[in-house]
């Protein structure tokens, strides 16, 4: 129940293109999505997040769609550059708690 | 800004050695949090403190311990390390409202 599932693994994409990574959770307590970016021999950091009463959120070429029924939610990277070659992990938690659930990680390369 | 600095950034350590992890946050920040991070797995959660003082174990806390004396610092402490525990270790403090994780740049940890 605590598990979060991220797929693909790896992608890569050309300069232009969209990139998308999904996420899968189980635990219907969360309510806070975030996604981390990470770039090599640096930490995460928090590049967008969502709550449960939307359905999507975007900011710049970077938007989540989230799907409570089924329990999914996405990022789509819009324009891919070779700038957002990077490590992205969504995450779940419950604000009211302590405890971040991460996926594996996507790591995305995006030729230019 | 937030900073999270983590001292050590490269360390290679022999089995059997104590290894202090050392992590300090400006923000002034309750929660603070030590992740492993390995290939594949994602971040998985060692341990977290939400108070001066108080600790709790996160997913994988076998073999390791924290210390957290005053509210800016947090320590990771291998008591007898391994060579299963070679990996990137992540600091991290929490935000709140809204549970944003701040993270530290890692430690890379191997153990020969």
């Known amino acids: 129940q605590q598990q979060v599932k991220q797929s693909p693994q790896s992608l890569i994409v050309q300069k232009g293109g969209i990139s998308i990574i999904n996420c899968a959770y189980e635990?219907?307590?969360?309510?806070?999505f975030p996604w981390y970016q990470q770039f090599p021999g640096k930490g995460p950091a928090l590049l967008i997040a969502?709550?449960?009463?939307?359905s999507e959120k975007k900011e710049g070429r970077f938007t989540i769609s989230f799907n409570k029924s089924a329990k999914q939610f996405s990022l789509h990277i819009m324009d891919s550059q070779p700038g957002d070659s990077a490590t992205y992990f969504c995450a779940a938690t419950n604000t009211g708690g302590f405890k971040t659930i991460f996926g594996a990680g996507t790591r995305l390369f995006v030729k230019a | 800004d937030v900073k999270v600095t983590q001292s050590s950034r490269y360390l290679v350590k022999r089995t059997g050695e104590k290894v202090f992890l050392e992590c300090v946050q400006d923000?002034?920040?309750?929660?603070m949090f030590w992740y492993r991070q390995d290939p594949g797995l994602g971040l998985r959660l060692i341990y977290f403190?939400?108070?001066?003082?108080?600790?709790e174990k996160g997913d994988i806390p076998e073999g390791y311990s924290v210390s957290r004396e005053k509210k800016e610092r947090f320590s990771l402490i291998l008591e007898s390390a391994s060579t299963n525990q070679t990996s990137m270790y992540l600091c991290?403090?929490?935000?709140?409202?809204?549970?944003?994780?701040?993270f530290g740049e890692g430690s890379r940890l191997t153990v020969l």
């Open positions: 969502i709550r449960p009463d939307v």
């Open positions: 923000m002034d920040h309750e929660n």
């Open positions: 991290a403090s929490r935000g709140q409202p809204t549970g944003e994780l701040f």
């Open positions: 403190s939400y108070d001066v003082k108080m600790k």
């Open positions: 635990n219907t307590a969360f309510d806070y």
